[in-house]
């Protein structure tokens, strides 16, 4: 019975937690990139890669690294001698993500 209950439990939690997930419309947003192919998060900055692709940076309105691998809040600046963004205290520098290429399945 308490096995039953247990079960029970986590599956009225699991359809309440499904439910908020797709009510929230931000989580779908996405801004196209500048080669109109890739995408990515609306929370986010279009990079380019290294790869000559393009990445998503983490940070709505991110400064992009010469590195085409990290990137920084807005109004910082890469300094990549010491993996950190630049501004009047220290931040460390975030990887990119990949973009998402086909831009049809996500709108």
């Not at 400064?63 to 460390?92: G, M, Q, S, W």
């Amino acid at each position: 019975m308490k096995a039953f209950i247990v079960v029970l439990f986590c599956s009225l939690f699991l359809t309440i937690l499904t439910k908020n997930i797709d009510n929230d419309p931000s989580s779908d947003a996405v801004i196209v990139c500048p080669d109109g192919i890739s995408v990515c998060p609306s929370t986010s900055t279009c990079c380019i890669a290294i790869d000559g692709d393009y990445s998503c940076c983490p940070l709505q309105e991110g400064v992009c690294c010469a590195d085409h691998i990290h990137c920084c809040p807005e109004h910082y600046k890469c300094d990549l001698k010491i993996f950190k963004c630049d501004r009047t205290f220290n931040t460390n520098i975030l990887r990119m993500k990949p973009s998402l290429k086909n831009i049809d399945s996500v709108l």
